[in-house]
């Protein structure tokens, strides 16, 4: 069976270093944060199974870092105990919630059960620079604001993220793209590619989408 991976996230050493000994020796791999700035690093980099959130980081505090995490479950681990907070939290995407100080084995036992939920893989989020493309939920994110696409712009860009820097022919995309938009034509790939560059463009950052002359198109790394 393969080792899952659970990111920490917490600016406290020692419940850090508790939470990562424990972990390990229930033959989990653990990866550590010690900021919200850190974390967003650290998924941009990897994909754990499960992530323990601490809600009191400096830099971005766990509920500004919450909204960014796609497709995995996340159990707070905070001091703030008001029903309130649990409440906002879960409907904001937490799978669980749990007041600092926790008993260690309830901890185990409910990271045992979102492990469980998630037995079968999670469809993967692919990322480039800002933009993740979370093929779960189908939703399409740059620096956590969703941008909403058609079928045929979202089958593009998917397709473009998971080889992101190369170079893809139009024939290909065509024929890739084919099963799920039959409407996109040899004529119409252009203006929804035109559309599917406006609007992540709308986003205030950069044209992630570039023409390859004589070739096709290619997502930028940046």
């Given at each position: ?107 185990l036992a409910r990271i045992a059960v979102q492990l469980r939920n998630t037995v079968s893989p999670l469809a993967p989020v692919y990322r480039a620079g800002d933009l993740a493309v979370d093929t779960a939920s ?85």
């Amino acid at each position: 069976m393969d080792t899952k991976t659970i990111a920490i996230i917490d600016d406290d050493v020692s419940i850090g270093d508790m939470l990562e000994e424990t972990l390990r020796q229930e033959g989990y791999r653990t990866l550590r944060a010690w900021s919200g700035t850190e974390a967003l690093y650290l998924l941009s980099q990897n994909h754990p199974d499960l992530i323990l959130l601490d809600l009191m980081l400096p830099g971005l505090n766990g509920e500004e870092v919450l909204p960014h995490i796609q497709g995995i479950p996340v159990i707070v681990l905070s001091a703030k105990g008001d029903i309130q907070d649990k409440v906002s939290l879960l409907r904001g995407g937490a799978a669980d919630y749990m007041t600092k100080p926790f008993d260690i084995r309830e901890l185990l036992a409910r990271i045992a059960v979102q492990l469980r939920n998630t037995v079968s893989p999670l469809a993967p989020v692919y990322r480039a620079g800002d933009l993740a493309v979370d093929t779960a939920s189908r939703q399409v994110l740059v620096r956590g604001a969703e941008v909403r696409l058609t079928r045929t712009e979202y089958a593009i860009l998917k397709l473009l993220i998971q080889n992101p820097g190369q170079a893809i022919a139009k024939g290909v995309i065509l024929d890739r793209i084919s099963e799920d938009t039959p409407d996109c034509t040899d004529s119409s790939l252009k203006q929804h590619i035109s559309n599917l560059r406006r609007k992540l463009k709308e986003t205030g950052y950069h044209d992630y989408i570039e023409s390859v002359w004589g070739i096709g198109f290619r997502l930028s790394c940046k």
